[in-house]
């Protein structure tokens, strides 16, 4: 660990290209704004990109494989050498996996021009890359409990491939098992890693405010939580219109609200670090819970896949990127008004989008939706981008305290 934190130190190059978190996690928030406004004159029928997909399946494609796999990237090569105790990914290296993704969102872009495994390929690399790099850290580390998230990040890069080529055999794919995989895989890294990060930045934080009353440690219940969690999705992958996936999502989002709150949320009010991260995960299981009850034809599906895709998903990787970007570049793990501010934006986009579609597709709250959701992620990119580019600061984070 010595020399790991030797060779860091000693890297000479741009700030930027020192940790994985830094490029991916700027490029993902621009993004998040880009394709938004590049979504909201497609919805009106222009069409200012050269794309061969199918425009909700373009829109679909490049939130759940473009942003999230940006911010995917920055989380896994930042954490990886953290849990391997490895030299990271940086500088040149760095930058040429930041090429592929931006390869990838400039074949997305121009598709219509070219043939439709290229695009493929090209928007594959990445998550390709990604898989071999963890595999090999894990190999070397000999972190064997960190295995599954190769597993689901493998899972995840399989659901583009077949996104790629549903779309090319019978689009839209945005209605195919591929999206419904690619989600499950998304949704299960969230319940896996969110299982452990919250709790334990919730108890650090608890106990070092001498708090009575911490979080449930990680026990056969939540392994259960999982298995459960792991079934249900298989089958909203394989069988969504089933019977028996429908009531496995009623059961699976009541678990989950168990589970969140055995995390003492409600101790953690006046830190929205925190906070978001409990509310995000409880999206996680209002989205199974809405799931469930759009199978039985008591809410429209999207609205009930967006409280995943903006919700659980949009949230946690917002809080995620804010959390990190603090603890690794030596700033002190607390909220400002500002990052407040993006946090709430994201509440009110979510909660804009669901009675939109409760209210039949409302198109003034669904300005509101996706306006709020530009500004919380321009608000990131404003407020967050300084230090992500800039060299660590030199002071000593407050004990007790943990990094994301």
């Known amino acids: 660990m010595a020399g790991m934190a030797e060779k860091m130190r000693n890297f000479t190059g741009p700030a930027l290209f020192s940790h ?9 928030a621009l993004w998040a704004v880009g394709a938004m406004l590049l979504w909201i004159p497609m919805m009106m029928g222009h069409e200012p990109l050269a794309i061969g997909f199918d425009l909700f399946s373009w829109h679909a494609h490049e939130f ?9 990237a920055g989380f896994v090569l930042t954490a990886v050498p953290n849990w391997t105790g490895r030299l990271p990914v940086m500088g040149w290296p760095l930058a040429g996996l930041v090429g592929l993704w931006l390869a990838g969102r400039l074949a997305m872009a121009c598709s219509a021009h070219l043939p439709w495994l290229v695009t493929a390929l090209v928007d594959l690399s990445l998550t390709v890359a990604l ?5 090999r850290e894990i190999w070397r580390g000999k972190n064997w409990r960190n295995l599954p998230v190769v597993g689901l990040i493998a899972l995840y890069g399989l659901a583009n491939a ?3 080529v549903q779309e090319h055999i019978a689009s839209p794919a945005y209605e195919s098992w591929a999206m419904r995989l ?7 890294l969230i319940a896996l890693i969110g299982g452990r990060i919250i709790p334990s930045f919730t108890r650090n934080w608890l106990a070092s405010r001498q708090s009575r009353v911490l979080p449930a440690p990680f026990g056969r219940a939540d392994a259960a939580i999982l298995g459960v969690t792991g079934l249900t999705l298989a089958g909203f992958v394989g069988w969504p219109e089933a019977t028996a996936t429908h009531l496995l999502m009623l059961l699976a989002g009541v ?6 709150l055995r995390w003492c949320g409600w101790q953690v009010r006046s830190e929205p670090l ?4 409990h509310k995000a995960y409880g999206l996680l299981a209002l989205g199974f819970l809405a799931e469930g009850v759009a199978g039985f034809g008591l809410m429209p599906v999207p609205t009930a896949r967006h409280i995943w895709l903006e919700g659980a998903i949009g949230l946690m990787t917002l809080a995620v990127m804010c959390r990190a970007t603090l603890g690794h570049t030596g700033r002190e793990l607390h909220a400002g008004p500002a990052t407040l501010a993006i946090f709430v934006a994201m509440l009110v986009s979510v909660t804009a989008r669901v009675v939109a579609g409760l209210a039949g597709n409302a198109t003034g709250l669904m300005h509101l ?4 959701w530009i500004m919380a992620f321009a608000g990131f990119a404003a407020i967050y981008g300084p230090a992500l580019i800039r060299p660590r600061l030199a002071k000593k984070q407050p004990s007790g305290t943990a990094r994301a």
Do not use: E, T
């Open 20 to 28: 994985g978190f830094r490029p991916f996690f700027l490029l993902a």
């Open 255 to 260: 678990l989950h609200l168990w589970r969140v």
């Open 131 to 135: 898989v071999c790099f963890i595999a």
């Open 64 to 72: 759940l494989f473009g942003y999230l796999g940006a911010v995917i």
């Open 274 to 277: 925190l906070w978001v991260l």
């Open 182 to 188: 690619g989600l499950a895989a998304a949704l299960l």
């Open 369 to 372: 939706s996706g306006g709020l």
């Open 162 to 164: 077949g996104f790629h």
